[in-house]
DNA sequence: ATTTCTAACGAACAGTAGTTAGAAAAATGG
DNA sequence: CCATTTTTCTAACTACTGTTCGTTAGAAAT
C-alpha cells in the first residue's frame, strides 16, 4: 500500500508540471505519463479521469498557497505592524507561486481558462484564500497602516493581480524574490510619485 | 472583391471570441465557424491554418492596444503632467483590454500558454509596446513625476502586469473603467500608506 | 452563351485525444 | 514458494481534431 502513494504523487507531480507549462487543454495524459514514468492508460489505476487529476492538481495548488501565506504572517512576532504583516504575505505568495509549487503556478495559470465546472468547484476554495486577504488588509486599515479612502477590494484584486501576473516575466537570474517582494510593498505603500 | 472581406473579418472576430473565452488549445475551428456561420473547412479559404489564424488574431491584438494607447496619449494638450501622461496610458489600456477589443483581450490571455514558434514569432511586437511604456515612465522619472530610486523596469512589469490580470475579475457592473483608472493611478503614484 | 472565378460546401483523411478491457508483471503475505 | 492482490502494461475503441479534396451554386467576365 506505498507504492501506490508514489505513483500517486509521481503523477500529481507531472500533470502539475505539464499543466503549469503548457495548459490544461494543450497537455494530453501522455504527456504527463511520460514524466511520470509509465504508460497514459495506467494514470486511470490511480485517477478516474483527466478532468479529476486535473481538479486535483487545481486544488493543491490552492490550499498551498493559503497555507504557506497563512503560516508566514502567523508566524510573525507578536508585535508586527501591519505593514510588515502585509510585506511578508507579499513574499509568500511570490515565493509559493514562483519558487515552490508547480501546483500554486498551475492553478493560477489554469483557472481562468479552466471549463466552467471546473471552476465552479473552485471558486469555494479561491475566496477563501481572497478572504484572508481582505482581513489582512482589513486589519491593516482599521489600525492606520493603510489610508482610510482605499478601496481594500480594488487594493487586493490591484496587488495580487500583480503578483500572479508575475509568472509572465519573472527569470530567477534577475532580482531575488526577497528584494522583489521588498520593491513592491515600498511601491504599493509609499507610491512612485517624486516632488513634481 | 467585398464579400471575401467580410467573412474574412466575420472569422477573425469569431477566432478572437473564442480565443479570448476559451483559449487558442480549446478553441476548436468548429467552434470558430459556428460563431462565423459557415462550416469549419470553409475557413482555410481564407486562412492557411488554424495556427496563422491565431497568429493574425495575436498581431491585431497587441497591434490596437498599442496603437490606442500611444494615440491617446499624444492626443493630450501640450502641457499635460507626466502623472497625466500616465493616467491616461493606464485608462486607455485598460479600455481597449476590457471593453474594445476581444483581440487584445486574446493576445494576452493566449500569450503565456502559446506554443513557442507563435511566441517567438511575437516577441518583436510585444517589446514595442513594453518599449513605449519605458519611455512613458522614463521621461516621467527624468521629469521628477517618479522618485529617482524607483525600478521602472519592475515598476512597469508591475503595473501592466496588474492590469491585464484585471480581466479576471472586471465585470461592468462594478466600478467603471475611467473609476479604476483613477483609483489604479492615484494608487501607485501616492501609495496607500496611512500615518502607521 | 460560354467560360472563369469566388466562396462555400459535404465527405473523407490521417492522426491523436481520452478512455476501457483484459492480460502480464510485481509486490505482498502466509 | 505459492496464492492473492496490487500495479502496470498492451491493445483497442470511439470521438473528434485540423486539414485536404472534389464539387457546386452563383457572380463576373469574356
Known amino acids: 500500500m506505498k507504492k501506490s502513494e508514489a505513483s500517486r504523487r509521481r503523477i500529481l ?12 487543454a494543450a497537455t494530453t495524459l501522455n504527456d504527463i505519463a511520460r514524466l511520470a514514468r509509465m504508460r497514459a492508460a495506467s494514470i486511470y489505476y490511480h485517477f478516474e479521469s483527466k478532468d479529476s487529476l486535473f481538479a486535483e492538481v487545481m486544488d493543491i495548488g490552492i490550499d498551498r498557497i493559503h497555507d504557506q501565506v497563512r503560516r508566514a504572517v ?4 507578536d508585535g508586527a505592524s501591519h505593514r510588515r504583516k502585509v510585506h511578508t504575505a507579499i513574499e509568500t505568495h511570490l515565493a509559493t507561486l514562483l519558487k515552490h509549487s508547480d501546483y500554486t503556478a498551475a492553478n493560477i495559470i489554469n483557472f481562468g481558462l479552466a471549463p466552467a465546472p471546473i471552476r465552479r468547484r473552485h471558486r469555494g476554495r479561491r475566496e ?18 493603510i489610508r482610510p479612502g482605499v478601496d481594500l477590494s480594488l487594493f487586493r484584486l490591484f496587488v495580487i493581480g500583480a503578483l500572479n501576473w508575475s509568472q509572465e516575466w519573472y527569470r530567477p537570474k534577475g532580482k531575488s524574490i526577497a528584494e522583489l517582494a521588498d520593491d513592491v510593498t515600498a511601491m504599493v505603500f509609499d507610491g512612485v510619485a517624486g516632488e513634481g
Chains 1, 2 share one sequence.
Open 128 to 145: 477563501a484564500y481572497g478572504d484572508y486577504w481582505r482581513e489582512l488588509l482589513g486589519a491593516a486599515q482599521a489600525a492606520g497602516a
Open 74 to 77: 502567523a508566524a510573525l512576532p
Open 13 to 24: 507531480d507531472a500533470a502539475a508540471k505539464m499543466f503549469r507549462d503548457k495548459g490544461y
